[in-house]
């Protein structure tokens, strides 16, 4: 009998339990798109799998951080994050990080998907009421994606990341939650 293939995609937090796989798309994406992230594939294959894991997990002390997955057939292919700031004067803002779908996933509204479902968490915490990100300048994808969520672009600083030799400007951009 042939083997059905389940494409079911879920969307959910991940957990420490993820950390494993959680690890293993960052590095991917990392490795994959040097110029797209800030974190370098190299320092971060260094980090143990215990970051991920007290990255996943739930900080009473950081309650705007989270990242969701989607996953599908049971593998994760996606993910992105929010990491919030909390000194007192700029609690109510946090940062979108780590947007990726793997090459075999894209192109099918994961990335979509996933930003959906950050927005809604994001404006369900009491106490948040905008989000920044940055983009790597030349990332149409991306920053036409980020558009379309009702992120704006307020400034653009050249120079802000430079990958094997090459110099590249990070867009950023902002949203009013509420
Ligand atoms: C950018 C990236 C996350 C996009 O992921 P993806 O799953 O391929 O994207 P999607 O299929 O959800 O979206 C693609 C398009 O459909 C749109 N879209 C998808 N579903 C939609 C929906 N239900 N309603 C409205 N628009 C939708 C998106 O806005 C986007 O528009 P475009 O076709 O004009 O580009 C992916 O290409 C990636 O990981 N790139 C490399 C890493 C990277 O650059 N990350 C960002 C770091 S800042």
């Known amino acids: 009998m042939q083997k059905m293939q389940d494409d079911t995609v879920t969307l959910r937090l991940l957990a420490p339990d993820d950390a494993l796989a959680y690890r293993a798309l960052r590095l991917r994406a990392l490795a994959e798109h040097p ?11 260094e980090k143990p799998l215990a970051w991920s894991v007290q990255r996943l997990g739930a900080d009473a002390a950081r309650p705007h ?8 057939g049971g ?6 994050g929010l990491q919030g700031r909390y000194r007192p004067k700029e609690r109510h803002n946090a940062t979108v990080v780590g947007l990726y779908v793997a090459p075999e996933a894209a192109g099918q509204g994961l990335g979509w998907a996933l930003m959906q479902a950050l927005l ?13 990100l940055t983009v790597t300048e030349g990332s149409p994808k991306a920053q036409g994606l980020y558009a379309r969520c009702g992120f704006a672009v307020w400034g653009v600083l050249p120079r ?4 094997a030799g090459r110099d590249h400007a990070k867009v950023h951009m902002a949203l009013a939650l509420r």
Do not use: N, W, Y
């Open 65 to 72: 951080d989270f990242f969701i997955g989607a996953f599908r």
């Open 160 to 163: 802000a990341i430079r990958v």
């Open 75 to 80: 593998l994760l292919v996606g993910m992105v």
């Open 35 to 45: 110029e797209a992230f800030t974190s370098s594939a190299g320092d971060e294959a």
């Open 120 to 132: 809604a968490r994001a404006r369900s915490l009491p106490g948040l009421a905008q989000l920044d």
